[in-house]
């Protein structure tokens, strides 16, 4: 590969990846990586991306949640084999992420959302959502570089998004994301089982076992308790 070429993670590796991360699928771990590869070159990206109607905000604005939108759907993105973080409501639970649990960093946010859409407008012309999926994905790959000129501080805010991404889309649903279980279903993640019989783990193995749509907090063994960033970006749990 050319070194002036995109440098995207396969969907398939990515996939790969959350799945050995076995952890991600009951809570919000925080760490996990990866990136989605493109759609196909030229597809255009919907003029405006944000919140559904009806969908209220808790922490962005209806222009930061634009660009969010757009910025998600393009880590992990929707193609023929099935969804991604936009169908799953990654970014719906950023915005509630923001308002508590991962609070220490929203200025993270507010610059790093203002400083994209800045480097869009300046490179090619119109706000990051406005972009054509092509324009999207090469903007993100010379802000994960590094190279997007006067962005202070991309590559970071780049691999922040990509983690809060993956937690949203293949977390548990009720922080937010991974709406429908589209995530779970993505990794073969047949849900939290508190029990499991042995003929439970012969399908589990094989790939058979039935998906129980069930929230790790349906059950009375989890509890709500909240885990927060301090002003260090240390993890922090509280009830």
Do not use: C
Request: proline share 4%; hydrophobic share 40%; charged share 20%.
């Amino acid at each position: 590969m050319a070194d002036d070429e995109p440098r995207i993670i396969s969907r398939r590796e990515l996939l790969k990846g959350v799945a050995i991360a076995g952890s991600l699928a009951a809570a919000p771990a925080i760490g996990v990586a990866g990136a989605g590869d493109a759609l196909a070159a030229g597809a255009q990206a919907p003029a405006s991306t944000g919140a559904p109607r009806g969908d209220a905000l808790e922490s962005l604005t209806a222009s930061e949640s634009d660009t969010l939108e757009a910025m998600v759907a393009r880590v992990i993105p929707s193609d023929a084999n099935g969804p991604g973080a936009k169908e799953a409501r990654a970014a719906r639970y950023i915005d509630r992420a923001l308002a508590g649990a991962l609070s220490g960093a929203r200025d993270q946010y507010r610059s790093g959302l203002a400083g994209l859409d800045a480097y869009a407008r300046t490179t090619r012309g119109a706000r990051f959502h406005e972009l054509s999926a092509a324009d999207q994905d090469a903007v993100l790959t010379e802000v994960e570089r590094g190279s997007a000129t006067g962005f202070s501080g991309s590559t970071q805010f780049f691999n922040l998004v990509r983690t809060h991404t993956i937690q949203g889309t293949f977390g548990d649903p009720y922080y937010g994301g991974n709406a429908g279980f589209v995530g779970w279903d993505l990794i073969g993640y047949p849900g939290i089982r508190t029990s499991v019989a042995p003929n439970d783990q012969t399908l589990l193995e094989r790939g058979q076992l039935k998906p129980n749509r069930r929230s790790a907090y349906d059950s009375e063994m989890f509890n709500k308790a909240t885990v927060r960033l301090n002003s260090s970006g240390e993890t922090t749990h509280g009830d």
